[in-house]
């Protein structure tokens, strides 16, 4: 499923690569809309890890949706931003989730006794911007600053443990359902950084390990995403 995922993602990336730079929607008035599809690839960074606890793999994110662009202002570079996308989110450590008789516990284990500890999450998100940009409506090229929050909805969350002796995974209900942060994209053309800083835990609260000590991960996404139309 992932490999098909980056595929469709990479076709993505290679498309808005070739176009030369974002195209506008016009009419004789220039009432032209800019950036109404997104899709980007980060990196997620837990914070407020437990003592010994650790990243390991490529923690990923991927997201693509759309957002209504709604100017404020004749020029029309000055706006806001509604839209509704979707999200998928990995996150690897060295803690390890195990279920067994409706309850799940969590414990550190030695990076030699196994290959992949993941928590997986699949997510419908609203992102709310603020927007602002040098756009015109002949220029194709211009630099954006958008900053705002968004909201997701985790639909799918997994924990999935990987060994050599085989694979476990369920579903993990220690998940938070509802997500939320602050946002902020910025840069030239074809090419923007994009961050993420979520407000609430990726786990419920009174979620601990076995020893008693709190999960408390917090995230910070970085990463690039590409504006569409």
Known sequence: MLRKILQIFLGMVLLVS????????????????EDQFYVGVGYNV???KPENVSQRNLSYNLQFG???DIPF???????????????????YSNVMATEGDN?????????????RSKLGTHAIELPLEIRWRTSTAEDYKFWRIYAGARLGYVFSGRSKLVTDMGNTTFKNPDIEEFHYGLTLSFG??????????????????????ENGEPIDFSVLRVGLIFYIL
């Open 18 to 33: 070739s176009l030369p730079g974002n195209a506008q929607t016009t009419t004789t008035n220039q009432r032209y809309l």
């Open 188 to 209: 030239y053309n074809t090419w923007n950084l994009h961050a993420y800083y979520g407000l609430n835990n990726l786990l419920k609260e009174g979620t601990e390990l």
């Open 46 to 48: 837990l914070f407020d």
């Open 103 to 115: 309850i799940i516990t969590y414990g550190i284990v030695d990076e030699a006794d196994f290959n």
């Open 73 to 91: 202002n004749e020029r029309r570079n000055i706006g806001i931003g509604l839209g509704l996308g979707y999200a998928i989110n990995a996150y």
């Open 66 to 68: 759309f957002i209504k």
